[in-house]
């Protein structure tokens, strides 16, 4: 029992043992600095990546409020356009109108001369002031002075046939066939069948931001003939064409095309198409100030939004150019010598 008690008493005191070497020399391992500038590249470029989200998102917002400008403008213009367009039908309305009415009087007349019993002379006089009608018809509706040179060499042909009798009216339709052969002449249906073909082309051409199709490289127009190239000319070859591929060659001497969204780019075309229609209508109304202003602003889009290296778009361009050089506000004679010496002759027979 004695035994025991001295053994417990006993304080044994245990050396301490140091501390593992991988805790106090932990800093000098290469692990640790790898996967700590590992930690410090992904925290830098999660900073780098926000800030240009940021950045981009910033610079979309701009182009969103720039485009929506643009939207609002291109609206504003369309509904313009088409307040001009419903005012030029109405205009174009009241001369098919009054053509209407000249064709009501022409059948009018043709009627009442069949159904009276009228001499011969008179006959030829109604059919001579119905062709003078006609004539005027062409130049005061359509401005086409060559049918009214043609109505008016078919009335001149008619009394052919006669004496002396009708000399002074002869004399009045030379007089006015000379004053429209000397008359400017407007090729009207051929300027409409351009400008009919610019604006069925509107929807295929493609605009500033499109990338064209390049053609096959220069090497692919050698000759097949030719022997085949040695090895290290190959390799020299292939070389040039990845180093080719790897510079782009982009134009900054003029200002950069604006982005458009399909339904912007789909307004844009449309209200082209609107602008030349408007332009129809003025030529054939003979409005000048009109139909070189409605030109001139689509060919301010056209060049502004189309890619001008493409053919087609260049085309389409140098056609409005031409088109709005050309003068059709020009003077049309009124016949009123024929007019006149027809009225004389009628006079002279209702006396006798």
């Avoid at 998102?57 to 369309?78: F, G, I, N, T, W």
Wanted: with cysteine; hydrophobic share 45%; proline share 4%.
């Amino acid at each position: 029992m004695l035994i025991i008690e001295a053994t417990m008493s006993t304080k044994v005191q245990l050396p301490m043992l140091p501390p593992p070497a991988s805790r106090r020399f932990f800093w000098l391992n290469p692990w640790f600095w790898i996967v700590l500038c590992m930690l410090a590249l992904v925290v830098w470029q999660w900073l780098e990546t926000r800030a240009s989200l940021a950045s981009t998102r910033q610079e979309l917002a701009v182009r969103l409020m720039e485009s929506d400008r643009v939207v609002q403008e291109s609206r504003a213009l369309s509904d313009k356009a088409m307040l001009d367009t419903a005012e030029l039908q109405r205009k174009y309305g009241a001369l098919d109108a009054r053509l209407g009415e000249f064709q009501d009087q022409a059948n009018a007349l043709q009627s009442i001369y069949q159904e009276a019993a009228i001499s011969r002379d008179d006959a030829l006089l109604a059919e001579v002031e119905q062709n003078v009608n006609i004539a005027a018809q062409h130049l005061q509706l359509s401005g086409n002075v060559q049918a009214a040179i043609f109505a008016l060499q078919a009335a001149d042909n008619r009394l052919t046939r006669l004496n002396s009798r009708f000399v002074n009216l002869r004399r009045a339709l030379a007089r006015d066939l000379e004053i429209l052969r000397g008359t400017p002449f407007i090729d009207v249906t051929g300027m409409n069948l351009r400008l009919e073909n610019v604006i069925s082309g509107i929807d295929t051409l493609p605009l500033a931001l499109e990338i064209v199709p390049e053609n096959a490289t220069a090497a692919s127009k050698e000759t097949p003939d030719k022997a085949a190239p040695s090895w290290w000319r190959a390799l020299a070859a292939e070389a040039w064409e990845e180093i080719r591929s790897l510079v782009r060659i982009q134009r900054f001497d003029r200002q950069a095309p604006e982005l458009l969204a399909p339904e912007q780019s789909r307004i844009l075309r449309e209200n082209i198409k609107l602008r030349l229609l408007n332009a129809r209508l003025a030529l054939l109304s003979r409005d000048q100030w009109t139909f070189r202003n409605e030109l001139a602003a689509a060919q301010k889009w056209l060049e502004h939004y189309f890619n001008m290296d493409v053919g087609a778009v260049r085309a389409a361009d140098s056609s409005l150019k031409q088109l709005a050089a050309t003068e059709i506000a020009v003077e049309l004679p009124n016949l009123h010598a024929s007019f006149t010496a027809l009225q004389t002759l009628k006079t002279e027979r209702e006396k006798h």
